[in-house]
Structure formats: structure tokens, C-alpha cells
């Protein structure tokens, strides 16, 4: 049994990644868990200096003493293994040939929430299909035929949603986020997911996908974001700053583990602890509900 770390390598961890990193970590290990980390790689296209970045996430994570098991996993490398679950999948997929465009006017979505894919390609005929082939890639979606699902969240409670037809592979031939997630997962024997609740959304969608592919099911843990204190997301200016930055201004990682920790009810203010110190105070039913508003940039001085 195992629980998770997987951050993508999109820029430097900041305080809030970090947060939930150590939550990650806590809850493997206060339950008796293997601790993985996964580098979540996958979108190479946008991802241009994945390797380099990785390296230094990683680096963080060990500073602050969250060992892992096993080897680093990095997904652009296993590609057999997403070929293979893509094969269990295919007599449930169709290909889309869809563009934003077509589903922003379909659905009608309100501006920057998800919208629920309709299933216009759903029934096309061979020809129809043809004829669309060539003039674009079709992606590739799951028929999930207006599936609900419920999962059970340690901080959130219970949330059911709908599943809608998501893709499971993209046009440009990337494997989407939602299906390697999943395969990922079952496959490194993780059965305890943790993650910032930005993701909770996505969770009825993935818990669908791995009862499809007969995966047996996760426990979840969603953890509230670190926020600005006028409770929008933390920009560079006020307070998206790293490890780096936070030891540079003088404070020791002991002192950072300390408020991360004070944050989650785990650690008096102005207490300097380890990473084991709080996994020996973690509880899981008593972690905060909300987001933790803060300003790491005053923590570090500036
Ligand atoms: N890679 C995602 C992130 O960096 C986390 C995905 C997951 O844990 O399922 O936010």
C-alpha cells in the first residue's frame, strides 16, 4: 500500500505545493504507508523543461526530509503501460473531432467552468468519420454514458458528479491527465491519494475510469490551498515563493516545517520540527477545512 506525491514539472514548487507535498507524506507514513513520487510529465509539448525542473522539485522534497520508496516515476517514459490500458479501454472510446470552439457552443458553458462534452461525435457513422479524418486528428473519448459517481473525500466528505465523456488521449497524441492519473495510480499499488482540492473535481471522473478498467479503489484526501490573504490564488508578488527563497531569508527548514505544520494544527507558532515530529501529531480528521490564507513573503522578511 501507497501513498503519493506527483507534481508536475511545470515551475518551482512554491509554498503551497510544498504544503501538500508534506501532507502527501504524512499520510503515507502516519498510516503505515510506502511514499512514491511521481513526476507528472506526460504533456512534454508544454512542458519544455521538464527534466530540469523535476530535478529541483525533487531536491526540495528531499530538504525537507520527505524520503520516498522506490525509484522516481516519470511519465513520459511509460508509455507500454498507458498503449496497454488504452487497449482494455478501446471497445468503450470514440474519437472526437471537436474542436473548444464546437463545445464552448454546444454547451454553452459559462466562461472558465468545465464544459460537459455533449457527445456530439458519439454516433458519427464510418463515413461521417471519414470525412472528418480528413480534415483533422480526432482525440480520443471515453463513452461513459452518463455515469454519476460518488467518491468519499477525508476533508470534503462525499461528492457525486457526473461523468461526462472526457478525453482520454488528446489530438496532438498526448495521453490526457484525467486516464494517466488513474492507470498511474493502480499500477505503482497507490491506494491512498493525496492532492491540492483544486483536483476535486476531477476525482468522481478518475474513481469512474478505474471501476471501468476494474482497478480496485483509492482513498482520497483533497488538500485546501494556501491562499492570499485576500484570498485569491498566491501570484509571485505576494507570497508564491519557494524553498529557496524562504531559506535564503534565514529561515532554517525546521522553522518552514513549523509553520506548514502550525498551519495544519500540527505544530505550536514558532516551533521548529522535522518532518517526523509531525507525522507522529498527524490526524487526518483534524486538518483545517478551509484554505490557509498567508504571506509567505512576510514570513521570509521582504
Ligand atoms: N500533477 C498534479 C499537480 O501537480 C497532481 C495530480 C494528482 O496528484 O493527481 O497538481
Redesign the pocket.
Known amino acids: 500500500m501507497f501513498g503519493r506525491f506527483?507534481?508536475?514539472p511545470s515551475g518551482e514548487l512554491h509554498v503551497g505545493n510544498l504544503r501538500t507535498g508534506l501532507v502527501a507524506w504524512l499520510a503515507a507514513r502516519a498510516s503505515g504507508r510506502g511514499f512514491l513520487i511521481r513526476v507528472?510529465d506526460i504533456d512534454q509539448p508544454r512542458l519544455p523543461h521538464a527534466e530540469a525542473v523535476a530535478a529541483r522539485q525533487l531536491d526540495d522534497l528531499a530538504r525537507l526530509g520527505l524520503n520516498h520508496d522506490g525509484p522516481i516515476v516519470w511519465q513520459s517514459r511509460r508509455a507500454a503501460i498507458y498503449d496497454q490500458a488504452m487497449a482494455k479501454l478501446r471497445p468503450h472510446l470514440y474519437e472526437c473531432f471537436c474542436s473548444r470552439k464546437d463545445i464552448a457552443e454546444a454547451t454553452r458553458a459559462p466562461h472558465g467552468s468545465t464544459a460537459i462534452y455533449p457527445g456530439t461525435c458519439r454516433g458519427l457513422s464510418e463515413p461521417e468519420k471519414a470525412e472528418r479524418r480528413a480534415r483533422r486528428q480526432p482525440s480520443w473519448r471515453i463513452d461513459a454514458r452518463s455515469a454519476h459517481m460518488t467518491i468519499t473525500d477525508a476533508i470534503h466528505g462525499s461528492r457525486t458528479a457526473p461523468v461526462d465523456d472526457f478525453v482520454v488521449r488528446r489530438a496532438d497524441g498526448v495521453w490526457a491527465y484525467n486516464f494517466v492519473?488513474v492507470v498511474d495510480d493502480a499500477d505503482q499499488g497507490v491506494d491512498q491519494?493525496v492532492?491540492?482540492d483544486d483536483?476535486l473535481e476531477s476525482a468522481p471522473r478518475q474513481a469512474w475510469l478505474a471501476k471501468t478498467l476494474g482497478y480496485p479503489p483509492p482513498t482520497y484526501l483533497h488538500v485546501p490551498l494556501v491562499l492570499a490573504p485576500d484570498g485569491t490564488r498566491l501570484a509571485k508578488r505576494d507570497g508564491a515563493i519557494g524553498l529557496n527563497e524562504l531559506l535564503a531569508a534565514g529561515l532554517t527548514v525546521g522553522q518552514i516545517l513549523g509553520r506548514l505544520g502550525h498551519s495544519l494544527g500540527l505544530a505550536a507558532p514558532g516551533e521548529s520540527v522535522t518532518a517526523a515530529t509531525l507525522a507522529a501529531r498527524f490526524d487526518p480528521g483534524a486538518l483545517p477545512r478551509q484554505p490557509w490564507l498567508t504571506d509567505p513573503v512576510c514570513w521570509a522578511g521582504r
Do not use: H
Request: hydrophobic content about 45%.
Open positions: 506527483a507534481p508536475t507528472e492519473v491519494i492532492r491540492g483536483l
